[in-house]
């Protein structure tokens, strides 16, 4: 047997085991009431903030942070870190103006919040529709990462052997989200979460005693590997070169730090709590993990490029998606070696758990918001809320198609970079209207609709006219050119449009804003009372 299939085959079994223990789960999770809309989207608010810390950790730390990040720091160096920091950085912004106030003011989705002192019906169907257009953005960034790490495996760039992988990802989502409900996706979040900190730990732990703990030289390493000497260490390998890449960096920062607010599956983990100090105490637990993963990651990148070299990571995988496999492999003893056959195999098995875990966690909130939104709004009289579950299973199947159909056509980009489109679409139509919703006692139902619609339909129509859909050689159709919009994430144009458009919704409104409502929010939202 080649080491090739020696690892592949391990791969499998530990990735089979993962699937067998998170199947179980599900089936024991599924055999207690799964009825009531409280179970199904919130697990009966039995978590504990530790419990619930893990989870959140679990669902943040995606492919993107576990693949992608590592991949962009290996090829690009200092400019890879953005995304480290701006994803370490925007759970700030969670942490002091949202994970409390939300925990008040909502039963289970983003909506609730807003819903509270304006007319539902608009702008449930408004928020619903940004929160499932998020939610599969997100989605297709962890399919495409579970392609890279099968091609890997399989030693080629298989294209069935990708596209069989991203379907079979997509039918273990369904059947997880469908039969335990967000009880089983907390505790196969926690379960996953443990497994990626336990793998980053040994990894790094690996690449510092490769070079005697002494970080210096595991940074001149990697420069001298590179080929860009110490221009590797240094601002400007993909974000300098002019002042539409400065442009790109600081959009994409922008998208970074303020869309994890904005996230449909961050916000609904913060309902499965029996309390805002509980909410509140359960993301300083998932600061510590997220802080800690994002650092080793930064080791994770660099030990990469110096030990692998950026020329076998874009060989692999353009986009770089298979840096720490790789590292992983060479770490271990080599390719044909026991020790990196066994590493490989055990890293590779940990990513697709992340993969399944986040795929479960995001498939989950966007259900919720198309039965708990759209269609509730949508149907008169009122969905019961079993009826309403029932609703959520079968849109939880329709999802998971138009994720794989997605995930199958963007195959070719690098994970962290898809999901940075996701953070910005986030960051532009449901942030704005969040806090305004929280903090602006003259929003009003108007201003609500088009704060959401004014973030929502500029970014998603700037990513299609953008080189990432068209117009250069890396681009999703790289045969035709609609490229309009130079820069390839959109959130420095369409964040503050969506602040624009929901303030002049507002002043153009001729309704006046509820001062009670507002006042009853507020209460609700700083002290708890009458919290659900």
Request: proline fraction near 3%; glycine fraction near 12%.
């Given at each position: 047997?080649?080491?090739?299939?020696?690892?592949?085959?391990?791969?499998?079994?530990?990735?089979?085991?993962?699937?067998?223990?998170?199947?179980?789960?599900?089936?024991?999770?599924?055999?207690?009431?799964?009825?009531?809309?409280?179970?199904?989207?919130?697990?009966?608010?039995?978590?504990?903030?530790?419990?619930?810390?893990?989870?959140?950790?679990?669902?943040?730390?995606?492919?993107?942070?576990?693949?992608?990040?590592?991949?962009?720091?290996?090829?690009?160096?200092?400019?890879?870190?953005?995304?480290?920091?701006?994803?370490?950085?925007?759970?700030?912004?969670?942490?002091?103006?949202?994970?409390?106030?939300?925990?008040?003011?909502?039963?289970?989705?983003?909506?609730?919040?807003?819903?509270?002192?304006?007319?539902?019906?608009?702008?449930?169907?408004?928020?619903?529709?940004?929160?499932?257009?998020?939610?599969?953005?997100?989605?297709?960034?962890?399919?495409?990462?579970?392609?890279?790490?099968?091609?890997?495996?399989?030693?080629?760039?298989?294209?069935?052997?990708?596209?069989?992988?991203?379907?079979?990802?997509?039918?273990?989502?369904?059947?997880?989200?469908?039969?335990?409900?967000?009880?089983?996706?907390?505790?196969?979040?926690?379960?996953?979460?443990?497994?990626?900190?336990?793998?980053?730990?040994?990894?790094?732990?690996?690449?510092?005693?490769?070079?005697?703990?002494?970080?210096?030289?595991?940074?001149?390493?990697?420069?001298?590997?590179?080929?860009?000497?110490?221009?590797?260490?240094?601002?400007?390998?993909?974000?300098?070169?002019?002042?539409?890449?400065?442009?790109?960096?600081?959009?994409?920062?922008?998208?970074?730090?303020?869309?994890?607010?904005?996230?449909?599956?961050?916000?609904?983990?913060?309902?499965?709590?029996?309390?805002?100090?509980?909410?509140?105490?359960?993301?300083?637990?998932?600061?510590?993990?997220?802080?800690?993963?994002?650092?080793?990651?930064?080791?994770?990148?660099?030990?990469?490029?110096?030990?692998?070299?950026?020329?076998?990571?874009?060989?692999?995988?353009?986009?770089?998606?298979?840096?720490?496999?790789?590292?992983?492999?060479?770490?271990?003893?080599?390719?044909?070696?026991?020790g990196g056959t066994v590493l490989f195999a055990i890293v590779a098995a940990i990513a697709f758990a992340t993969i399944l875990a986040v795929v479960a966690g995001i498939t989950l909130a966007s259900s919720a918001s198309v039965a708990h939104d759209l269609y509730a709004s949508l149907r008169r009289p009122r969905a019961k809320p079993r009826s309403e579950v029932a609703v959520a299973r079968?849109?939880?199947?329709?999802?998971?198609?138009?994720?794989?159909?997605?995930?199958?056509?963007?195959?070719?980009?690098?994970?962290?970079?898809?999901?940075?489109?996701?953070?910005?679409?986030?960051?532009?139509?449901?942030?704005?209207?969040?806090?305004?919703?929280?903090?602006?006692?003259?929003?009003?139902?108007?201003?609500?609709?088009?704060?959401?619609?004014?973030?929502?339909?500029?970014?998603?129509?700037?990513?299609?006219?953008?080189?990432?859909?068209?117009?250069?050689?890396?681009?999703?159709?790289?045969?035709?050119?609609?490229?309009?919009?130079?820069?390839?994430?959109?959130?420095?144009?369409?964040?503050?449009?969506?602040?624009l458009a929901g303030w002049l919704g507002t002043v153009t409104s001729a309704e006046d804003p509820d001062e009670a409502k507002h006042a009853e929010t507020e209460v609700r939202s700083l002290t708890g009372a009458g919290a659900v």
């Open positions: 047997m080649t080491g090739n299939h020696q690892m592949l085959a391990l791969a499998l079994a530990l990735f089979s085991a993962f699937v067998a223990v998170t199947l179980g789960i599900t089936t024991w999770v599924s055999r207690h009431r799964q009825g009531s809309a409280e179970e199904f989207y919130a697990g009966g608010r039995l978590f504990s903030p530790m419990e619930n810390g893990f989870a959140i950790a679990g669902d943040y730390m995606s492919a993107a942070s576990f693949l992608g990040i590592s991949g962009l720091i290996a090829l690009f160096g200092y400019d890879g870190l953005l995304y480290s920091v701006g994803f370490l950085v925007a759970w700030l912004v969670v942490l002091f103006l949202v994970a409390e106030l939300v925990r008040n003011c909502g039963r289970f989705t983003l909506a609730d919040v807003i819903a509270a002192r304006m007319r539902e019906r608009p702008v449930r169907i408004a928020a619903g529709t940004s929160s499932v257009t998020v939610s599969v953005l997100y989605l297709v960034a962890q399919m495409v990462g579970a392609g890279s790490l099968v091609a890997l495996l399989l030693g080629g760039t298989s294209e069935a052997a990708q596209s069989w992988t991203v379907i079979a990802v997509g039918a273990l989502m369904v059947i997880y989200v469908s039969l335990g409900g967000m009880r089983a996706t907390t505790w196969i979040q926690i379960v996953k979460a443990v497994l990626l900190m336990g793998g980053a730990i040994a990894l790094t732990v690996l690449v510092l005693v490769r070079f005697h703990g002494d970080f210096d030289q595991l940074l001149r390493t990697a420069a001298e590997r590179s080929g860009h000497g110490d221009a590797f260490l240094a601002p400007g390998l993909r974000y300098g070169g002019d002042w539409t890449s400065r442009f790109d960096f600081i959009s994409l920062g922008l998208a970074l730090v303020l869309g994890t607010a904005g996230l449909p599956h961050i916000l609904s983990r913060f309902y499965t709590v029996p309390t805002a100090r509980a909410a509140r105490r359960s993301v300083v637990w998932s600061i510590g993990l997220i802080g800690g993963f994002y650092l080793m990651t930064i080791v994770l990148g660099f030990g990469a490029a110096a030990i692998v070299g950026p020329q076998a990571v874009r060989g692999s995988n353009a986009a770089g998606n298979t840096a720490v496999p790789l590292l992983a492999l060479d770490l271990g003893g080599g390719a044909d070696s026991t079968t849109a939880a199947v329709g999802i998971g198609v138009v994720a794989i159909a997605l995930g199958l056509l963007a195959r070719d980009l690098n994970v962290a970079f898809l999901v940075g489109l996701a953070f910005a679409v986030a960051a532009s139509a449901n942030l704005p209207v969040l806090l305004y919703s929280l903090f602006w006692g003259g929003f009003t139902t108007r201003g609500a609709v088009w704060s959401v619609y004014g973030g929502l339909i500029p970014s998603v129509v700037l990513v299609l006219l953008s080189p990432v859909v068209s117009g250069s050689p890396d681009s999703l159709f790289p045969g035709v050119d609609f490229q309009y919009f130079p820069l390839q994430n959109p959130g420095l144009v369409s964040i503050p449009l969506g602040f």
